[in-house]
Every structure is written in C-alpha cells, then in structure tokens.
C-alpha cells in the first residue's frame, strides 16, 4: 500500500501563492501517476492536475499558467505550486497515486482558502 501525507494548504489573499506537498511512503515504485484534486462543498471532486511519471502532464483549464505539478523522485514527494490564487480556488486538496498493482490511493486533504 502507499501511504500518503499532504501538507502546504492554509488560509491566503487572493493573489497569493502556495505550494502544497504529498509524501509518498511504503510501496512506492511502480507508481504510474500522481495527481492533485480538489472538493468544494456542495461540488464534485475535480481532477486539478496530474503528472503522468515520465511522460505527460494534464491542467484543468481552470488552473492552467497558474499551477504547476511537479515531482521529487528522490524526495517521493508531488508538489502542486499555486500562484495567482483565486477564491474559486478555495477548496479541499487531495494527492491522489494510482499504482500499476495496488491501485488507487488518497491523501487526508489539506484546505486552501482564498479570502482577503
């Protein structure tokens, strides 16, 4: 199983930046992709941005030219770096890895709000 640990959300001004981190431990090689989502209340959980592990990278046009998803390999940690924050983008953040024989695994969250 991999187990996951997010961290980096919090309470900034619209316009700010923030960087979220997902540490990835346990059974961590073969994983295919890593992904960050986010869930507002009353809202679906949206795919924000993934990382395809050597290859591709996907942005919900939403977020595109703001964030950016990168990965540590030596670190086995995920980054999402926000910039330009909107209060749209207030949310719940979720790392998500799907690996190629465990499947799918999920963070605890972590909140970002967006208010001045």
């Known amino acids: 199983q991999v187990q996951l640990v997010e961290s980096g959300g919090g309470l900034v001004q619209p316009g700010g930046s923030l960087r979220l981190s997902c540490a990835a431990s346990?059974?961590?090689?073969?994983?295919?992709?890593m992904t960050w989502y986010r869930q507002a209340p009353g809202n679906q959980r949206e795919l924000v941005a993934a990382?395809?592990?050597?290859?591709?990278?996907y942005y919900v046009d939403s977020v595109k030219g703001r964030f950016t998803i990168s990965v540590d390999n030596a670190k086995n940690t995920v980054y999402l770096q926000m910039n330009n924050l909107k209060p749209e983008d207030t949310s719940i953040y979720y790392c998500?890895?799907?690996?190629?024989?465990?499947?799918?695994?999920w963070g605890q969250g972590t909140q970002v709000t967006v208010s001045s």
């Open positions: 998500n890895v799907v690996h190629k024989l465990l499947g799918s695994s």
């Open positions: 346990g059974s961590i090689l073969n994983i295919l992709r």
């Open positions: 990382k395809i592990i050597g290859a591709s990278t």
